[in-house]
């Protein structure tokens, strides 16, 4: 047999060793490994040169903006920024489009725009919002669900207009809903009625520094959420998850409701394990300004903690960019009126590796868990992504664990340039990123990949991820 392509010297993760290895590829799937390549056929030889080969990482909490808000992120900076940074599948949020995604027409109708201009593969997140409930349109759960989106996403406070928040009974009934379908529910987890509240009494006392914004959106409004949400969970049924969860109480909660047997998971973000309000928010300003906010140094270890001990499930970046002159730092623009949202999907493999592998937090299982199998499984799209069998697609991120290298925020990909990371020094870097057997990034060529060659990838089945507990 002849193949298309054989990834050749790659050290693939084998629990937590390594093995030097060839990959076969066929049909865009991982065909077979072998020790030796001599006599073999293939059409293309891409060498790893012995570098970390994992499968493809994925983020699993995208704002691309496409359709619609195209002056903040589009489709393709957005999937080019993927490529380089080594993530081979994004999970894109409903939220973020004109329309947003609230039923199976405004879903094609977001994909028919974006699919020329995907470098890296997409799965999709579904919607629904307060707004629904009050409409009694609550059918569109299931007929999302249908069409293959893979979550569905709820706001406890307000993030764009034609995407409402919903109230504590709505909520409710969107769990119930939602359990219905056997997937996700992903809920922002702040308590609306004490950001608004802090936010305009730390306004109205004439704080306009950069800490203010985290101060106002306080931890407390996170963890009673998140105690909210877990009741919940355990009252309907419904699978409650987490995203961006940004501190570590937040973990220490999850961590109790899994050991109860409740259906809770969660993510956090690279921002929320490595920066810190106090210097972070001074020096940035609005350019880290996020909701959640970025915590204290003690959340940062809580949250590596949590993914040691498995109470957070995996990393996504919550990707997320503003127009700078007009909506991050138009004239006048304050910490408060300033858009609130940073792009992450670039240097989420980056960060992850060197901050967590490089420095010994992370062990080389937890790091192939939390980049790439865990959100697969999660969203029932493993093992078609976040494996490394025979029949997988041939998605790969190939890393140079010792190279070092500074973020700078003029070389991103994305639209909008500005980073809370820039700046920052790494050790390790993506050197090819490979999706279905095609190379879409090479560290030396920039991006190989074409726009439209991206697929979204619809839902395969319900998969859970196991519970497992360290002590
Ligand atoms: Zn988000």
């Known amino acids: 047999m002849r193949y298309d392509l054989i990834v050749k010297n790659a050290l693939i993760p084998h629990g937590d060793e390594t093995v030097l290895t060839n990959i076969l590829v066929k049909d865009e799937k991982i065909a077979g490994f072998v020790d030796k390549i001599e006599g073999i056929e293939a059409d293309n030889v891409i060498d790893a040169e012995g570098h970390l080969t994992l499968p493809g990482c994925i983020d699993s909490h995208t704002h691309y903006m496409d359709p619609g808000f195209t002056h903040r992120e589009n489709f393709l900076t957005g999937t080019s920024g993927a490529a380089v940074g080594g993530v081979t599948t994004i999970i894109d949020m409903p939220c973020c489009s004109v329309p947003s995604v609230r039923g199976v027409a405004e879903l094609h109708n977001k994909v028919n725009a974006i699919k020329d201009k995907a470098i890296v593969d997409y799965a999709m997140w579904g919607g629904v919002t307060g707004e629904d409930v009050r409409n009694k349109n609550l059918k569109i759960v299931k007929e999302q669900a249908d069409e293959g989106v893979v979550a569905f996403k709820v706001y406890m406070t307000p993030s764009v207009p034609s995407y409402p928040r919903v109230t504590d009974p709505e909520m409710l009934e969107i769990f119930y809903e939602v359990s219905k379908t056997g997937l996700p529910v992903g809920v922002h987890a702040e308590n609306f009625a004490i950001c608004d509240y802090m936010v305009q009494k730390l306004r109205e006392e004439g704080r306009m520094d950069g800490p203010a914004w985290a101060e106002a959106r306080m931890e407390l409004a996170e963890k009673v959420a998140i105690q909210l949400c877990i009741s919940y969970a355990e009252e309907t049924g419904a699978r409650f998850h987490v995203v961006h969860m940004s501190t570590g109480i937040g973990a220490k909660l999850v961590k109790e409701a899994k050991m109860r047997g409740i259906d809770v998971t969660s993510e956090t973000c690279p921002h929320y394990l490595t920066l810190n309000y106090q210097e972070h928010m001074t020096k940035f300003k609005q350019f880290v300004k996020i909701a959640p906010p ?34 991050k730092d138009a004239p006048g623009m304050t910490i408060w009126t300033a858009f609130p949202g940073i792009p992450g999907t670039e240097t989420m493999v980056p960060i992850i590796v060197s901050e967590g592998y490089n420095k010994g937090r992370l062990s080389l299982s937890k790091l192939v868990e939390i980049l790439s199998t865990n959100a697969a499984k999660h969203y ?92």
């Open 294 to 327: 970025i915590r204290t140094k003690k959340d940062n270890e809580e949250l590596w903690q949590g993914l040691i001990d498995g109470s957070v499930d995996f990393i996504a970046t919550d990707h997320a960019p503003y127009e700078i002159p007009t909506e």
């Open 380 to 471: 029932g799209i493993y093992p078609k992504k976040g494996a490394m069998m025979i029949g997988s697609d041939a998605d790969f991120t190939i890393i140079d664990l010792n190279k070092e290298w500074t973020i700078e925020k003029e070389k991103m990909q994305c639209l909008n340039k500005y980073t809370p990371f820039d700046g920052m020094k790494l050790k390790g870097k993506v050197a090819k990123t490979i999706v279905r057997g095609t190379l879409v990034y090479d560290d030396e060529k920039g991006i190989v990949g074409k726009p439209g060659y991206g697929q979204w990838i619809k839902r395969q089945n319900i998969q859970k991820l196991e519970r497992k507990i360290k002590f």
